[in-house]
């Protein structure tokens, strides 16, 4: 197994340790990654290929960004909370 969760070459990226993929289309790929959530942008986007155990994919086209995405983990009120609110 790859340490790298990204490879990028000219012409296409691998994606390594995919725990969900979100969404994907030609121009925005949504994905989590040791369940951290990134997306990827860019243009002409193909998902290629995937992995027998789909955890790794092969992405071509024009990647523009490549960012993690920060979530806002909301916290489960108590019962009592809930129950007086």
């Known amino acids: 197994m790859s340490l790298a969760n990204f490879t990028i070459y000219d012409d296409h990226m691998i994606v390594n340790n995919i725990t969900e993929i979100k969404e994907f289309s030609e121009t925005v790929f949504i994905l989590r990654v040791l369940d951290i959530p990134y997306e990827i942008t860019g243009t002409n986007l193909v998902l290629k290929e995937v992995s027998n155990d789909n955890k790794t994919i092969k992405i071509t086209g ?24």
């Open 62 to 85: 024009i990647v523009n960004s490549l960012e993690k995405k920060n979530i806002q983990v909301k916290k489960n009120k108590s019962f009592i909370k809930k129950l007086f609110a």
